[in-house]
């Protein structure tokens, strides 16, 4: 029997597929064309360009909409902190094309910014309003696909959650199970239709449109007999595989050359949001190391004048993928260990009296920048750990390596939380490691930036530093 093949997306119709994939560009555009009209603008060649440029970065960095019924208020804001950021890189990057290529003298300067404010803020707004006018449409029935779920599994009640919260995908008939109704969960009793033998009659009287498959995967044979009495039915088929049982880090769909594929531990920086990151890191590093230049002459003189030694500190650790690089900081200590070295602690007598001041205000990081400049270290991520450190605590800490899925950076998630400095002990080392997980599975823009502005506010009041 040959392989399975497969191409990507099931579920949506072909007009929720053009909205949700070209409503943001179309928002840019026509607040573009409206703030023109405002300020007696013509629509020039100039704009025509514009236009198609905001449209292609829009497609390519921005992410589709979700028109969802969220009941945590949180997850809009944390969407129009995405929408911001988002928007932000889609604008700096025509910046830098209007810049290197001098072409910002022909747009009117009251309304490049006038678009720039009010685009995300119609964003948002357009988000809710298509949401809202969705959940209309579908009490007043525009909305009829009907939908069965079999398998009163966890997964089966996680999906008939989330499809009561995508209304356009249709509404839920109830769910097919084999077993006797007292071991079902309770909250799917009273909404059973049968035994999975009646679901082929049972499509074919009511006309369903779409079928859920959450059996487990153990249950093959199963599931192909139920396929088997399907092919008489009109509806449409899914199987939802149960991935609870793993420990899931950035899963994601995906195909070679049509063979279907799942990644259960993925780094989160595929395809754009590399690029997103990458440059990002760039961009800031260099701003970061102009505006800091004259300090970093004042420490390195400060240093040298300290002690006996050399201005910079080298030491390998392992970064992105577990290869080793070579971090470089302000030598703090009166030694440079490479080996197996002992983490400073408070009143060590091996840092000096400039380093200890360094230390405290994380000024000994700074010379980073050049790490994060040259690809082998980021802005955010789990801070890399020496050699030494590292082959101890990978053999020890479960779950340990996980954290080399990304580039490490000069601050991160831990440092933000409070487990800067000294691991005194194993439990502290395993908060460390499940705080820079727990970036890795959920890294957004969003989060980058977040931790960027606490560390500012922290690096000063940090007493953990020393």
């Known amino acids: 029997m040959p392989l399975a093949w497969v191409r990507t997306g099931a579920g949506e119709g072909a007009r929720l597929t053009l909205m949700k994939d070209f409503l943001n560009p179309l928002l840019a555009a026509t607040v573009l064309l409206l703030c023109m009209l405002g300020f007696h603008q013509r629509f020039t060649t100039a704009y025509g360009i514009l236009v198609t440029f905001t449209t292609a970065l829009c497609l390519q960095w921005m992410s589709r909409p979700a028109f969802e019924h969220s009941r945590v208020q949180a997850d809009w804001m944390r969407r129009a902190c995405d929408i911001l950021i988002e928007w932000g890189y889609v604008v700096a990057t025509l910046l830098v094309i209007g810049v290197v290529f001098r072409a910002l003298k022909p747009f009117s300067r009251p309304v490049i910014l006038s678009w720039v404010v009010l685009t995300p803020c119609v964003m948002l707004v357009a988000q809710l309003l298509a949401r809202e006018v969705t959940e209309w449409r579908r009490r007043h029935g525009a909305i009829r696909r009907r939908l ?10 996680d999906l008939a959650e989330r499809l009561s919260e995508e209304p356009w995908l249709g509404a839920l008939d109830g769910f097919f199970d084999d077993r006797r109704v007292d ?55 899914y199987v939802v595989p149960d991935l609870s049982a793993f420990d899931l880090m950035q899963a994601r769909l995906g195909e070679v050359r049509g063979l279907p594929l799942i990644a259960v531990r993925e780094t989160p920086f595929c395809g754009m949001a590399g690029v997103l990151k990458r440059t990002s890191d760039i961009v800031l590093s260099c701003i970061a190391l102009a505006a800091a230049a004259p300090l970093m002459l004042a420490v390195a003189i400060a240093v040298r004048q300290s002690s006996a030694g050399p201005i910079l500190f080298r030491q390998r650790r392992y970064g992105l993928d577990g290869r080793p690089f070579m971090v470089y900081k302000f030598r703090t200590m009166t030694v440079c260990e490479d080996g197996d070295i002992k983490q400073a602690r408070r009143n060590d007598p091996r840092v000096t009296s400039v380093g200890r001041f360094l230390r405290k205000t994380s000024l000994d990081e700074l010379p980073q920048l050049f790490n994060v400049l040259g690809g082998s270290m980021s802005l955010v991520g789990p801070r890399p750990h020496a050699v030494a450190h590292n082959e101890h605590y990978r053999k020890v800490v479960s779950g340990y390596m996980l954290r080399h899925k990304v580039r490490p950076g000069i601050t991160g998630l831990a440092q933000i939380r409070g487990l800067r400095g000294e691991t005194a002990n194993l439990d502290a080392m395993c908060q460390r490691v499940q705080l820079d997980i727990e970036y890795v599975k959920n890294w957004s823009l969003g989060l980058d930036l977040f931790i960027l502005i606490r560390t500012v506010l922290l690096v000063f009041g940090d007493r953990r530093a020393y």
Do not use: F, W
């Open 148 to 157: 069965v779920i079999v398998g009163a599994t966890r997964v089966g009640l």
């Open 183 to 237: 071991r079902l969960p309770r909250a799917c009793r009273s909404r059973l239709l049968g035994r999975t033998g009646d679901l082929a009659e049972y499509s074919r009287r009511n006309q369903l449109q779409g079928i859920y498959i959450c059996l487990p995967i153990s249950m093959q044979p199963r599931i192909r007999a139920l396929l088997d009495d399907l092919k008489d039915a009109t509806a449409s088929i």
